[in-house]
């Protein structure tokens, strides 16, 4: 079936502005470590906010084999028989709460020069305030664990006092899924395993496929360029060798790699990025990430950083995974 992207993102406000506060620094505070993150987010342009803490992500409706049809003339000219209803039906996920204290001595702020020292030519200084230090180490650590979770979170959406959980893309995409263990001579990643997500793109679920990456563990993006590369050497040179491919040419589009830290060891997406997104529930006056001082209790400065993410991917149908596969 096709999801539209545009009537799905029209389910839920695409307004970062009312986003206030820490949003864009955690869409950008990444410097690699979470690339996935970075690309769904950018400068926060593509973060969409929620109204619930569940949201929708997209309708569906499925429509009959195609066939040709077989009507005499007197048959048409009457009231033709209504035989088919067209069921519709939507895909959710949650908002899941992100949440970390930081606490910070006042004996700890006094000592501004701690670390400060340069002792390498070239070396950048370290933040003097300790408390600003702590709230952006905290940040790294939030991008980090929103990044694992948007791949391999698993969904808790029950409202019954329970933690709720985002579902990440690999238990998301269910429909186009290529077992290295089942159909192939052996389990080690081929061409052919990338060849048949493609085709169940295609064919399958026939996804609009409008920016596809494929997201990999370090082994798979150099198992990639091995199997995608064509010369031993960059000519005319011949003192570099070897291949660093950065997109995959297929017969329905390029595929580009994309390096991903949080990706598990034998598995691998590949994702239409026009149709993901971070998607932020905002709390009223303080934002979708924010940082706020909390109740002192002695010679310290306490505080909380505080986010309500999801993520959105509008179908798991326009999106595929190969798992199970081995490297050698």
């Known amino acids: 079936m096709t999801i539209s992207n545009?009537?799905?993102?029209?389910?839920?406000?695409?307004?970062?502005?009312?986003?206030?506060?820490l949003a864009g620094d955690l869409l950008r505070i990444g410097r690699g470590k979470t690339p996935f993150l970075d690309k769904i987010g950018g400068l926060g342009t593509n973060a969409k906010m929620a109204k619930d803490?569940?949201?929708?992500?997209?309708?569906?409706?499925?429509?009959e084999a195609p066939g040709?049809?077989?009507?005499?003339?007197?048959?048409?000219?009457?009231a033709p028989p209504v035989t088919l209803t067209y069921d519709r039906d939507q895909d959710y996920n949650v908002c899941q709460i992100f949440q970390y204290g930081i606490n910070v001595s006042y004996a700890a702020q006094s000592a501004t020069s701690y670390l400060d020292g340069l002792p390498l030519a070239g070396a950048q200084q370290m933040p003097v305030d300790p408390l600003t230090f702590q709230l952006r180490?905290?940040?790294?650590?939030?991008?980090?664990?929103?990044?694992?979770?948007?791949?391999?979170?698993?969904?808790?959406?029950?409202?019954?006092?329970a933690a709720i959980q985002t579902r990440g893309l690999k238990e998301a995409i269910t429909t186009n899924k290529i077992n290295a263990?089942?159909?192939?001579?052996?389990?080690?990643?081929?061409?052919?395993?990338?060849?048949?997500?493609?085709?169940?793109?295609?064919?399958?679920?026939?996804?609009?496929?409008?920016?596809?990456?494929?997201?990999?563990?370090?082994?798979?993006?150099?198992?990639?360029?091995?199997?995608?590369?064509?010369?031993p050497f960059t000519a005319p040179s011949t003192t570099v060798g070897g291949q660093a491919i950065e997109t995959i040419n297929t017969d329905f589009g390029p595929l580009k790699l994309m390096y991903e830290p949080q990706m598990s060891t034998g598995y691998m997406f590949i994702v239409d990025m026009a149709d993901i997104s971070p998607v932020f529930l905002p709390v009223p006056g303080k934002g979708a990430v924010f940082y706020e001082q909390l109740a002192k209790t002695g010679a310290a400065e306490v505080g909380q950083l505080y986010a309500q993410v999801g993520l959105?991917?509008?179908?798991?149908?326009?999106?595929a995974q190969i798992y199970g596969f081995d490297l050698v």
């Open 6 to 21: 545009t009537s799905a993102n029209t389910l839920y406000t695409n307004n970062i502005e009312q986003a206030a506060g």
């Open 53 to 63: 803490w569940r949201f929708i992500l997209n309708n569906q409706y499925a429509l």
């Open 68 to 78: 040709q049809k077989s009507i005499t003339e007197a048959a048409a000219a009457a």
């Open 137 to 161: 180490a905290t940040m790294e650590q939030m991008a980090l664990d929103i990044d694992w979770a948007f791949l391999n979170g698993t969904y808790a959406g029950t409202f019954n006092g």
């Open 181 to 231: 263990d089942s159909g192939y001579t052996t389990d080690e990643l081929s061409t052919k395993m990338i060849d048949d997500a493609m085709i169940a793109l295609a064919d399958t679920s026939k996804a609009p496929m409008q920016d596809m990456w494929v997201l990999c563990t370090a082994g798979a993006k150099q198992k990639l360029s091995q199997l995608y590369g064509n010369t």
């Open 312 to 319: 959105g991917y509008v179908a798991e149908e326009h999106h």
